[in-house]
């Protein structure tokens, strides 16, 4: 039995997600929260002829004598993992951080429900900027005294999906996707974001410039960019990010269940692992959390793994990522351990 919760899920990732977890016959109930919409996206995605009973709560109307958490507290009895697209997305010319400022109070209310009501869930943080949300929520967590580093993670699955999708078009072969996969680890914003292309499972050419090689790095770390652009003002990715979220829920829920060797990058606090202090060693940092090779297991985190050999250009781009990421990760810390008032 697995109960998956979507938190934000009437949205433009909430929804789609919502309609691939309800397809994911590994999923027995499907809870939704939003602030407005869930009792009809829920209503709709029931009549899904697939096993998962579907449930979509909202708060409580303004006068009720609810508390204003009933919705999401009904909506997170039980779950077993929680994940989380609420809050708003990036306009043209705004960074990730821009969005701190209304997006860092929704995950800090959200992760609070999920310490008083669902514990022991696994939290997928999707919502920006990630940097800084998943330390908010592991903040939150801590506060309750309910702090598990195996179960938070930081959704960064786009960041491998699209690795993947543009070493295959610099191959020029889009039917190689599948056989591609490239670690990427870091953070997920800009310049934190760095694809470990010396270790794709299908190597790039030898004889690729420089020029086109340095092309594809940035726009894997500025793949983000391009879809806010195309979009013209009405959001960020949503589709191709349903569907990186509901693979990784997927492989979340399989290792819960029990699968073994499932190794994908996540962005943890890296006190998860005794492996997170040789990532720290590898970086020459006490960095606390990073995007890194997590083997998954019914616990969460069951291991923290190396980076592996890195060229000297993917170390310079790690040192060129760690004060951004840094300066995100204090800002989170410090929003729950000192907020202004
Ligand atoms: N991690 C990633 O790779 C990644 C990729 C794409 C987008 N994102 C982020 O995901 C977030 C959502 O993007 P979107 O395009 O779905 O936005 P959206 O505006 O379409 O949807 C967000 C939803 O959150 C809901 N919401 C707002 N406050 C809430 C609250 N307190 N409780 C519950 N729900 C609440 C809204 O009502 C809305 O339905 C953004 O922050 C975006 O930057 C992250
Ligand atoms: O770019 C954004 O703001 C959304 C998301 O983080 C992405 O990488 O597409």
Same mark, same amino acid.
């Given at each position: 039995?697995?109960?998956?919760?979507?938190?934000?899920?009437?949205?433009?990732?909430?929804?789609?997600?919502?309609?691939?977890?309800?397809?994911?016959?590994?999923?027995?109930?499907?809870? &939704?929260?939003?602030?407005?919409?869930?009792?009809? $996206? #829920?209503?709709? *995605?029931?009549?899904? %002829?697939?096993? @998962? !009973? =579907?449930?979509?709560?909202?708060?409580?109307?303004?006068?009720?004598?609810?508390?204003?958490?009933?919705?999401?507290?009904?909506?997170?009895?039980?779950?077993?993992?929680?994940?989380?697209?609420?809050?708003?997305?990036?306009?043209?010319?705004?960074?990730?951080?821009?969005?701190?400022?209304?997006?860092?109070?929704?995950?800090?209310?959200?992760?609070?429900?999920?310490?008083?009501?669902?514990?022991?869930?696994?939290?997928?943080?999707?919502?920006?900027?990630?940097?800084?949300?998943?330390?908010?929520?592991?903040?939150?967590?801590?506060?309750?005294?309910?702090?598990?580093?195996?179960?938070?993670?930081?959704?960064?699955? &786009?960041?491998?999906?699209?690795?993947?999708?543009? $070493? #295959?078009?610099? *191959?020029?072969?889009? %039917?190689?996707? @599948? !056989? =591609?996969?490239?670690?990427?680890?870091?953070?997920?914003?800009?310049?934190?974001?760095?694809?470990?292309?010396?270790?794709?499972?299908?190597?790039?050419?030898?004889?690729?410039?420089?020029?086109?090689?340095?092309?594809?790095?940035?726009?894997?770390?500025?793949?983000?960019?391009?879809?806010?652009?195309?979009?013209?003002?009405?959001?960020?990715?949503?589709?191709?990010?349903?569907?990186?979220?509901?693979?990784?829920?997927?492989?979340?829920?399989?290792?819960?269940?029990?699968?073994?060797?499932?190794?994908?990058?996540?962005?943890?606090?890296?006190?998860?692992?005794?492996?997170?202090?040789?990532?720290?060693?590898?970086?020459?940092?006490?960095?606390?959390?990073?995007?890194?090779?997590?083997?998954?297991?019914?616990?969460?985190?069951?291991?923290?793994?190396?980076?592996?050999?890195?060229?000297?250009?993917?170390?310079?781009?790690?040192?060129?990522?760690?004060?951004?990421?840094?300066?995100?990760?204090?800002?989170?810390?410090?929003?729950?351990?000192?907020?202004?008032?």
């Amino acid at each position: 039995m697995v109960k998956a919760v979507v938190l934000g899920a009437a949205g433009g990732i909430g929804q789609p997600l919502a309609l691939l977890l309800k397809a994911n016959p590994l999923v027995t109930e499907l809870s &939704l929260y939003d602030i407005v919409n869930t009792p009809g $996206v #829920a209503a709709d *995605l029931s009549h899904i %002829s697939t096993q @998962s !009973k =579907v449930t979509g709560y909202l708060p409580p109307p303004k006068g009720s004598d609810l508390p204003a958490d009933d919705g999401l507290k009904k909506t997170l009895a039980g779950a077993d993992i929680v994940v989380i697209p609420a809050g708003i997305p990036r306009k043209p010319g705004m960074t990730r951080d821009d969005l701190f400022k209304i997006n860092a109070g929704i995950v800090r209310d959200l992760a609070t429900g999920i310490a008083t009501t669902c514990p022991k869930a696994a939290v997928l943080v999707i919502s920006n900027p990630v940097n800084s949300t998943v330390p908010i929520v592991a903040e939150v967590l801590k506060k309750h005294g309910v702090f598990d580093p195996k179960k938070v993670f930081g959704v960064t699955t &786009l960041d491998v999906v699209r690795a993947s999708t543009f $070493v #295959a078009e610099v *191959l020029g072969d889009l %039917s190689l996707v @599948s !056989k =591609v996969s490239v670690p990427v680890v870091g953070g997920h914003s800009g310049v934190t974001i760095i694809p470990l292309l010396s270790q794709s499972t299908v190597p790039l050419p030898s004889s690729l410039d420089q020029s086109t090689v340095d092309a594809l790095i940035k726009r894997i770390q500025f793949g983000g960019d391009e879809v806010v652009k195309a979009k013209d003002g009405a959001g960020s990715a949503t589709l191709s990010m349903a569907y990186a979220g509901a693979l990784f829920a997927e492989n979340v829920i399989k290792a819960l269940k029990g699968a073994t060797g499932i190794v994908v990058p996540t962005y943890v606090n890296l006190s998860a692992h005794e492996g997170g202090q040789v990532i720290q060693k590898e970086l020459g940092s006490s960095i606390e959390y990073f995007s890194v090779p997590v083997t998954l297991g019914p616990n969460g985190v069951e291991a923290i793994n190396s980076l592996g050999s890195l060229s000297s250009h993917e170390q310079s781009l790690i040192s060129a990522a760690l004060p951004e990421l840094q300066e995100s990760i204090t800002k989170g810390v410090q929003f729950i351990q000192a907020p202004k008032l």
